[in-house]
């Protein structure tokens, strides 16, 4: 139990596209206004990793088309959402006092990060997805890591919001987040593309 929370967090820690908007939240909203984006988070991962867990534990060899698609699909939402922060800094965001992140943009980003694919293809067994009372123990187990360590960006956020310096503006913090997604979707499209050049034509 203990290797798998670690390994977890582990994963989770790392810097991506969730955790961007999670500590942008932090920064443009405070603690108190952003901390609940992490249950969104939980939930989103929750639904993803059911989802390719099934997939993989009933399709096996012939789920490898299907994650390829949507390691495609993962790359063009990422950098879409590259693209709007880039170039219309505030346009996601509605006109209330911290310029909050939009819940369902959140949403629909973490749903389809590719860190819950890496949940089921090498930290949770396949066999964990065939059992109900095992499933139900690792989604105890994973929503003890991911709310934690969500709030965890969100605070970093929040703090840094208080430190005061100039630098943090809207723009300047939404288009930093905007770069650290194109470097992720990048990362992404390099891992793709050399799947498809080993695997070659059919």
Known sequence: M??????????LLMPGPTNTLLLRAGVLSGFRRAWTLSLLECLAYLLQIAFW???LSHMGANATW???VMQFVSICYLVKTSYS?????AADLPPLPGERVS???FFLLTLINPKGLLVVSFIVP????ADM??????????????????????????RLKRSGHAWL??????RTSSVVISCFALAILFRLADALISTGPA
């Open 85 to 89: 922060l880039w170039r219309e800094p």
């Open 126 to 129: 396949v066999q964990t997805f």
């Open 169 to 174: 503006t809207p723009q300047n913090i939404n």
């Open 103 to 105: 819940r369902w943009h």
């Open 66 to 68: 299907c994650l390829k």
């Open 2 to 11: 203990l290797s798998v929370m670690s390994a977890l967090g582990l994963l």
């Open 133 to 158: 009372a095992l499933y139900g123990q690792f989604a105890m187990q994973f929503t003890a890591v991911v709310i934690p360590v969500g709030c965890a960006w969100v605070l970093f956020g929040a």
């Open 53 to 55: 867990g099934y997939v």
